[in-house]
């Protein structure tokens, strides 16, 4: 199981993912860290500010989009500085358009724009919605979280590879 793109409060988040870890005797999973949640306010962390204690204390995983479209380079920073490439997914949350360039796609069913490499949902009235996947891969991904990001290579690397891995009982 794994918890993502909620509004619930910090509170639940916190209480879902011991529950997860409870009933499975793993590390629960938290899907697109702060992508499809409420902003992280100062008054009320929300789902994001839960996760990241619970992934600071060893207790959660946390997956990262970093493509330089859904999470900004000094929030990458922040995630590897709090919780450690130990308890970071990065994820590329690709989408068919990665690596064609710029236009009309189908994410299942639903329309989506790629414009200047940025994946966003097509609404009824043919404006532009919300982010709607990435068109980076998880190479990219790397990429942007050593480079703007400032991430050491080597925990880029484990948090693409080992981490995620780990999540997995070998056959």
């Known amino acids: 199981p794994a918890v993502g793109h909620t509004d619930a409060d910090a509170a639940l988040v916190a209480a879902t993912l011991t529950t997860i870890a409870e009933a499975t005797g793993r590390l629960p999973l938290v899907t697109h860290l702060f992508n499809?949640?409420?902003?992280?306010?100062?008054?009320?962390?929300?789902?994001?500010?839960?996760?990241?204690?619970?992934?600071?204390?060893?207790?959660?995983?946390?997956?990262?989009?970093?493509?330089?479209?859904?999470?900004?380079?000094?929030?990458?920073?922040?995630?590897?500085?709090?919780?450690?490439?130990d308890h970071v997914i990065l994820v590329s949350d690709a989408m068919a358009a990665t690596g064609l360039g710029d236009g009309d796609y189908l994410l299942g069913e639903l329309a989506v724009v790629v414009d200047r490499g940025t994946a966003r949902l097509r609404t009824e009235d043919g404006s532009t919605?919300?982010?709607?996947?990435?068109?980076?891969?998880?190479?990219?991904?790397?990429?942007?979280?050593?480079?703007?990001?400032g991430i050491p290579r080597l925990d880029a690397l484990r948090a693409a590879t080992s981490t995620p891995a780990a999540l997995f009982p070998p056959l």
């Open 36 to 85: 499809g949640m409420p902003p992280f306010h100062h008054r009320a962390g929300g789902p994001a500010a839960a996760a990241l204690s619970a992934a600071a204390r060893g207790e959660a995983i946390v997956e990262l989009i970093a493509d330089g479209v859904h999470v900004a380079p000094e929030n990458i920073r922040l995630v590897f500085d709090v919780a450690g490439p």
């Open 129 to 149: 919605g919300s982010i709607a996947g990435s068109t980076t891969t998880l190479g990219g991904c790397v990429d942007y979280a050593t480079g703007p990001g």
